[in-house]
């Protein structure tokens, strides 16, 4: 089956601080990548599908793109409602397997 | 509105069986795979499995192969989680969730609210 690595596993950023968080396939899985936010007792948010189209209503300081097996999550300028773990996931086939997360807060 | 709506927060003793529920209303329940997720305690989303309730083809995760059965009901628009004999490395939060597309595999955009299983 295909893994998914994320790094850094955490980070602390300032607000107004450009964040990325990377997202690594273990073999090709074209654009189907997903991103997700889960706040903290809460239920996950899609952010972003097909690798780099936002969901609507989220905000357009997300973003994504690809580079292979390479995916990047990037916050352009962190507010402090962005305080959450955020988690990518392939979807061209089963298992559709999430990675293990990115923790996002503020320093 | 288009909505899942997860049965409640469930406590059991090891070794009991367990079914819980996830009812989707607001759509064609029948053209959309439903997928489950588990998280532990302070841990990651890990992906379960998933069903296509117009003719129940399911897909499991290697990981849950065999330790747990996806179904879904279409009279009642349900789909169901269940357990024949729980462990107590079983207490996670489960959830529901629905991708953006019908008739294909894709992102989790509907999402239920989450059942709460502790099994002590």
């Known amino acids: 089956d295909i893994q998914m690595t994320q790094s850094p596993s955490s980070l602390s950023a300032s607000v107004g601080d450009r964040v990325t968080i990377t997202c690594r396939a273990s073999?090709?899985?074209?654009?189907?990548l997903a991103w997700y936010q889960q706040k903290p007792g809460k239920v996950p948010k899609l952010l972003i599908y097909?690798?780099?189209t936002l969901q609507s209503g989220v905000p357009s300081r997300f973003s994504g793109s690809r580079s292979g097996t390479d995916f990047t999550l990037t916050i352009s300028s962190l507010q402090p409602e962005d305080v959450a773990t955020y988690y990518c996931?392939?979807?061209?086939?089963?298992?559709?397997?999430f990675g293990p997360g990115t923790k996002v807060d503020i320093k | 509105e288009v909505q899942l709506v997860q049965s409640g927060a469930e406590v059991k003793k090891p070794g009991e069986s367990l079914k819980i529920s996830c009812k989707a209303s607001g759509y064609s329940f029948t053209t959309y795979w439903i997928g489950w997720v588990r998280q532990m305690p302070g841990k990651g989303l890990e992906w379960m499995g998933i069903i296509y309730p117009g003719d129940s083809d399911t897909r499991y995760s290697p990981s849950f192969q065999g330790q747990v059965t996806i179904s879904a009901d279409k009279s009642i628009t349900t789909a169901y989680l269940q357990w024949s004999s729980l462990k107590a490395s079983d207490t996670a939060m489960y959830y529901c969730?629905?991708?953006?597309?019908?008739?294909?595999?894709?992102?989790?955009?509907?999402w239920g609210q989450g059942t709460m299983v502790i099994v002590s």
């Open positions: 097909t690798a780099s």
């Open positions: 073999q090709g899985i074209s654009n189907y």
């Open positions: 969730a629905r991708p953006r597309i019908a008739g294909t595999f894709d992102a989790f955009d509907i």
């Open positions: 996931q392939k979807y061209n086939s089963a298992p559709f397997t």
